[in-house]
């Protein structure tokens, strides 16, 4: 089976520029999650969705910041204009169901931003 | 949980030995614990889950010991190999926050031929 799919892997861009992240979720997960990891901050959950639907945002750092998920099957995450202190590996992952709380999450294996 | 430092606790272990990744949550609300395996450049991977009502679980070649009275959780590999080297995380779920988990600082685990 599939399982969560991250694009790009890999991100340089200067600041300013609009950067958009997409992920995947497995096929059938009716939760995705966002998540930033920097070495100072560790992992940080940014978003949640559960049926498409943001359940929880307190965590996106700020306005620049926005997450969509139009449909099951993908969701984006977009910063804009990007600063260089939004340089982190960002994490996409899913869960069977949002309104379980023991169901673990998968992961992608992250799009790993700079921004310059 | 919390945030992680500039620097992550390393556990170093020789080949075959078993390790033990320890972990201590504040919430005494959490119930439901997950142990993750990270390695360079990929995503947190599930390694073994707990519910707060059992403490003691067992994987393949892992153990997860659940302590609620010390808010106390361990990961014990056994026989460790050079394959396990990476970081892991524990993870803690409020009750009634349905997915939202709550991430550890992670332990670098070091295994020496």
């Known amino acids: 089976d599939a399982g969560v799919i991250q694009s790009p892997r890999h991100e340089v861009t200067e600041m300013g520029q609009e950067v958009t992240l997409r992920c995947k979720p497995i096929?059938?997960?009716?939760?995705l999650f966002w998540y930033r990891q920097t070495m100072m901050r560790g992992l940080e959950l940014l978003i949640y969705?559960?049926?498409?639907?943001?359940?929880?945002d307190s965590g996106m750092p700020e306005d620049r910041f926005s997450a969509k998920m139009p449909n099951a099957s993908f969701s984006t995450l977009k910063i804009q204009p990007s600063e260089p202190r939004d340089s982190a590996v960002y994490f996409c992952?899913?869960?069977?169901?949002?309104?379980?709380?023991?169901?673990?999450?998968?992961f992608g294996d992250g799009t790993r931003l700079s921004i310059l | 949980g919390e945030s992680v430092g500039l620097h992550l606790p390393t556990l170093s272990v020789q080949e075959g030995d078993n390790s033990i990744i320890n972990c201590a949550y504040s919430?005494?609300?959490?119930?439901?614990f997950i142990w993750y395996k990270q390695e360079s450049g990929k995503g947190p991977q599930f390694i073994i889950d707990?519910?707060?009502?059992?403490d003691k679980r067992q994987g393949q070649r892992v153990t997860v010991l659940l302590n609620k009275t010390v808010k106390h959780l361990s990961l014990q590999i056994a026989a460790t190999q050079p394959g396990d080297s990476a970081v892991y995380f524990c993870?803690?779920?409020?009750?009634?926050?349905?997915?939202?988990?709550?991430f550890g600082t992670g332990t670098r685990l070091q295994v020496t031929l």
């Open positions: 969705f559960n049926n498409n639907v943001p359940i929880d």
């Open positions: 707990i519910r707060s009502n059992m």
């Open positions: 993870a803690e779920n409020e009750s009634g926050t349905a997915s939202k988990l709550t």
């Open positions: 919430n005494s609300a959490s119930d439901y």
């Open positions: 096929s059938g997960h009716n939760s």
């Open positions: 992952a899913s869960s069977p169901s949002g309104s379980r709380a023991d169901q673990p999450q998968h």
